[in-house]
Each structure stands twice: as C-alpha cells, then as structure tokens.
Nanobody, 121 residues
Framework: VQLQASGGGLVQAGGSLRVSCAASGPTVKSYGIGWFRQAPGKEREFVAAITWSGGRTYVDFVKGRFDISRDNAKNMVYLQMNSLEPEDTAVYYC????????????????WGQGTLVTVSS
C-alpha cells in the first residue's frame, strides 16, 4: 500500500481547506485510513479515521469542524477542515491500517509523506 497526501497550504484563521490522500495497492480498499498531524515541536497526534465501510472517528478537538470521507472507487480519502485555527498548523499525514483504523499510531502499517497546513492568525 502506498499513500500520497496533498492539498496543504496557507489559509487564514476561520477558513477552510481540504487535504487528500491517494491510496494505491491491490488490497487498499480493505484498509482503514487515518489522518494524523504533527505540529512544530510536538508529537504526532491522531486527528480522524475512517474504516473501509465508512465508519468515522474523530479526536475531540476537531469534532464539528473536520469531516473525513472516502471514495473507494477512486481510492481517495479526504479531510475537510473548516473553522481552522492557528493551532491546527501542522504537517498532516495519512496512514493505512489493517484490520482496524483506530486512534493508535501503532495500528497503522503504511504512512504517506505528509502535507503542510499553515493557518495564519
């Protein structure tokens, strides 16, 4: 499984941005996909995850602001981020986990290279 994250950029506080994760591999549709982020000087943390059947999990501080979705026909997973705050500035990574898409980084076997999201105040 290979993952390619894209769509990062600079956005003002209160704005929106959508990051994408392109997944490839013969069994990728059976994997759960998670989004994690790492802010400067901080550890990488869980943001959201979606199972192969569409079940969603979010960390508390993005609930109501972020939405994760997937298009299995295109092997794409999206993270729509609304009401962005400067604290959301980070490198966002997508990861693939089998059999579960959880909040634990150790449950993910494959990682993309990350895309930088910068939120200005």
């Amino acid at each position: 499984v290979q993952l390619q994250a894209s769509g990062g950029g600079l956005v003002q506080a209160g704005g929106s941005l959508r990051v994408s994760c392109a997944a490839s591999g013969p069994t990728v549709k059976s994997y759960g996909i998670g989004w994690f982020r790492q802010a400067p000087g901080k550890e990488r943390e869980f943001v959201a995850a979606i199972t192969w059947s569409g079940g969603r999990t979010y960390v508390d501080f993005v609930k109501g602001r972020f939405d994760i979705s997937r298009d299995n026909a295109k092997n794409m997973v999206y993270l729509q981020m609304n009401s962005l705050e400067p604290e959301d500035t980070a490198v966002y990574y997508c990861a693939a986990g089998y059999p579960r898409a959880t909040m634990k980084q150790s449950d993910y076997q494959y990682w993309g290279q990350g895309t930088l999201v910068t939120v200005s105040s």
